[in-house]
């Protein structure tokens, strides 16, 4: 725990829980790989979702390097990288030639050229305040994008009356998990983190 979250208790404690149902929450697509791995196919899931909240698990890592009081920012974003990073690898290992070869693109250009040309620019065009609120701009906007991503799969739940696509479950540790970092944005006064969970499910 650092000097300012030490005098935050109950930030402390909800970033501790937002830290375990993020846990589920990035564990959810784990039946959905488990099916890939079985069938030895990815049947037509696409890997953008996965690409994107690697991205937004990046960005964020480098807000909270910049903070002196987001440790646990960084604690559950790095588990992020490395299990969607692990989601991306049996991706393309079970995906097409044309479906293998479109991740890869879109990691390079986004998770290595967007991250790189991200983190050249918050450095040599913006410095101290500045910076931190320019990368948290960022970093919302990312997050939100990540977030509204399943809002797409409404429009079938609506067309087919069946919940089968978006599971109770899954959208309850959503909420929960948004509404503990909300709580830890607004305790510990960080505005982009407030805000992001104010603006996702």
């Not at 692990?86 to 079970?94: D, F, V």
């Amino acid at each position: 725990m650092t000097a300012s979250t030490s005098h935050h208790p109950l930030a402390f404690a909800f970033g501790i829980l937002g830290n375990i149902v993020s846990f589920i929450v990035f564990l959810a697509p784990l039946p959905t790989f488990w099916r890939v791995y079985k069938k030895k196919s990815t049947e037509g899931f696409q890997s953008v979702p996965y690409v994107f909240a690697l991205f937004s698990a990046m960005i964020w890592i480098y807000y909270a390097f910049l903070k002196s009081h987001v440790i646990l920012l960084i604690t559950i974003n790095s588990f992020g990288c490395v299990i969607e990073t692990i989601y991306i690898a049996i991706y393309l290992t079970y995906a097409t030639k044309h479906a293998r070869v479109s991740t890869l693109r879109l990691l390079l250009l986004v998770n290595f050229g967007g991250f790189c040309l991200i983190l050249l620019l918050s450095h040599f065009l913006s410095q101290g305040r500045t910076r931190v609120e320019v990368l948290g701009w960022v970093c919302v906007t990312f997050s939100v994008s990540v977030f509204a991503a399943p809002l797409s799969v409404m429009r079938m739940v609506i067309r087919t009356k069946s919940v089968e696509f978006m599971p109770f479950n899954l959208s309850f540790f959503l909420t929960l998990s948004a509404v503990m970092w909300l709580c830890y944005g607004l305790l510990l006064k960080d505005l982009y983190v407030a805000v992001c969970r104010l603006t996702c499910p």
